[in-house]
C-alpha cells in the first residue's frame, strides 16, 4: 500500500526578534505576565513590506533542499494561513511564480491553527489515491500587520508570531512509515470564540471609513472559552487517536502540539499521562505561529537531532473555527 512520507522539511523565521519587554513599551503588561500565562518569551516580526508568500518562499526552498528535489520536480502545492498576502487569490498562487514551480495546482487551506493538520491530510489523500506525487505543504503567518498594540488588544497581541515551515510529501512503499493516520474535526458553534470580523461580506459596502475606529479590524478571543476547549478537545483527540491505533503513551517518541499556550499543552500531557519531556515545545521563542506552528517545531526537533528515522510521532492542534485534529506520523 503506498502511504505518504516526508522527503524534506525546512522553515524560516524573520531575523527580527520581539521581546515581552519590546511589548511592554507598548502596552500594559510585563515579561512575568506573559511568560506566567503563555510560556511565551519572545517572538519574531517580519519587517514592513514581507508578506506571507515571501515567507514561505524561504521555508519551500529548505524544505526541497532537504528533499533533493528542485520546483520542477513538484505536482501540487497546499497553502495553510489565516494571514494571505490578499483577501484574493489564494496565497499560492503568489508563492507559486516565486518558486518558479510552472503550472502545477495550489490549494489554499484556511482552518487557522489547525491548517496544516488539514492540509497534510488533504495532501495524504492525494498521494494515497495517486493523484499526484510530489506535494508541498506550507503553513506560513505574518500575524504582526494584524494585532493591536494598545491595551485593548494586550491578551491576543502578545500571543502571535511571524514564520513559515513547509514538507514535501512523497509516496513510500514502506508499510510503516509516513502518515500513518490522521482525524480533523470542527464545531462552528464557537466560531465567534476566536475570529476576526473585518471581512464581513453581508455589509454594504463591507469597510468604511468608519470601521477603522472599530474593533472589527482587530482579532477577537474569549480566551476563557478557547483555552478550556482546547483542553477538553485535544485530549479527547489524543486519546481517541491513540486507542484507534492500538497504541499506548508509551509507543509515542514525541507529541509535537501546536504552540499557542504552554499552559494548554501541560495540561493536556498531564491529563494523559504523557511526561512532560514527551511534549516538545519552541514558542518560548517564536509565539504562535498558527499554521506554521507545528512544522516550525518539527522541522528544529529534526535539525537537533531529536528525531531519527522510525521514530513516531503524534501531532496535535486546536484553533479557531474551531477546529482540531491530530496525525499520527512514522519519521
Given at each position: 500500500m503506498i502511504r505518504s512520507a516526508v522527503a524534506g522539511i525546512g522553515s524560516y523565521v524573520p531575523p527580527k526578534v520581539v521581546t515581552n519587554d519590546d511589548l511592554a513599551r507598548l502596552m500594559t503588561t510585563s515579561d512575568e505576565w506573559i511568560q506566567s500565562?503563555?510560556?511565551?518569551?519572545?517572538?519574531?516580526?517580519?519587517?514592513?513590506?514581507?508578506?506571507?508568500?515571501?515567507?514561505?518562499?524561504?521555508?519551500?526552498?529548505?524544505?526541497?533542499?532537504?528533499?533533493?528535489?528542485?520546483p520542477a520536480d513538484l505536482d501540487f502545492l497546499i497553502f495553510a494561513t489565516l494571514s494571505p498576502d490578499h483577501h484574493f487569490p489564494g496565497t499560492g498562487c503568489y508563492l507559486q511564480p516565486k518558486l518558479g514551480t510552472g503550472p502545477i495546482g495550489c490549494l489554499d487551506v484556511r482552518n487557522q491553527c489547525t491548517g496544516f493538520l488539514y492540509a497534510l491530510t488533504v495532501a495524504d489523500a492525494l498521494i494515497r489515491a495517486g493523484v499526484y506525487k510530489n506535494i508541498l505543504v506550507v503553513g506560513a503567518e505574518v500575524h504582526s500587520s494584524a494585532l493591536d498594540f494598545s491595551d485593548r488588544g494586550r491578551d491576543v497581541a502578545v500571543l502571535f508570531g511571524d514564520g513559515a515551515a513547509a514538507v514535501v510529501l512523497s509516496p513510500s512503499s514502506e508499510p510503516d512509515?509516513?502518515?500513518?493516520?490522521?482525524?480533523?474535526?470542527?464545531?462552528?458553534?464557537?466560531?465567534?470564540?476566536?475570529?476576526?470580523?473585518?471581512?464581513?461580506?453581508?455589509?454594504?459596502?463591507?469597510?468604511?471609513?468608519?470601521?477603522?475606529?472599530?474593533?472589527?479590524?482587530?482579532?477577537?478571543?474569549?480566551?476563557?472559552?478557547?483555552f478550556k476547549h482546547a483542553v477538553s478537545?485535544?485530549?479527547?483527540?489524543?486519546?481517541?487517536?491513540?486507542?484507534?491505533?492500538?497504541?499506548?503513551?508509551?509507543?509515542?517518541?514525541?507529541?509535537?502540539?501546536?504552540?499557542?499556550?504552554?499552559?494548554?499543552?501541560?495540561?493536556v500531557a498531564q491529563k494523559l499521562g504523557f511526561p512532560e519531556e514527551k511534549?516538545?515545545?519552541?514558542?518560548?521563542?517564536?509565539?504562535?505561529?498558527?499554521?506554521?506552528?507545528?512544522?516550525?517545531?518539527?522541522?528544529?526537533?529534526?535539525?537537533?537531532?531529536?528525531?531519527?528515522?522510525?521514530?513516531?510521532?503524534?501531532?496535535?492542534?486546536?484553533?479557531?473555527?474551531?477546529?482540531?485534529?491530530?496525525?499520527?506520523?512514522?519519521?
Open positions: 500565562r503563555t510560556g511565551i518569551r519572545e517572538r519574531r516580526f517580519a519587517e514592513e513590506g514581507v508578506k506571507c508568500s515571501d515567507l514561505a518562499a524561504e521555508a519551500c526552498r529548505n524544505a526541497l533542499s532537504d528533499a533533493g528535489m528542485t512509515r509516513g502518515v500513518l493516520y490522521t482525524e480533523l474535526h470542527a464545531d462552528g458553534r464557537f466560531a465567534r470564540a476566536l475570529y476576526l470580523d473585518i471581512w464581513d461580506i453581508s455589509k454594504k459596502p463591507y469597510v468604511t471609513p468608519e470601521t477603522a475606529a472599530t474593533q472589527d479590524i482587530w482579532p477577537q478571543m474569549d480566551g476563557k472559552t478557547v478537545r485535544l485530549s479527547e483527540a489524543i486519546q481517541h487517536t491513540l486507542s484507534v491505533n492500538g497504541l499506548s503513551v508509551d509507543d509515542i517518541k514525541y507529541v509535537i502540539p501546536h504552540q499557542a499556550n504552554m499552559r494548554i499543552n501541560q495540561m511534549f516538545l515545545h519552541n514558542m518560548q521563542r517564536y509565539g504562535n505561529t498558527t499554521a506554521a506552528s507545528i512544522p516550525l517545531l518539527l522541522d528544529e526537533a529534526y535539525r537537533t537531532g531529536m528525531i531519527q528515522r522510525g521514530d513516531l510521532l503524534l501531532l496535535a492542534a486546536f484553533g479557531s473555527g474551531f477546529t482540531w485534529g491530530t496525525a499520527l506520523v512514522r519519521w
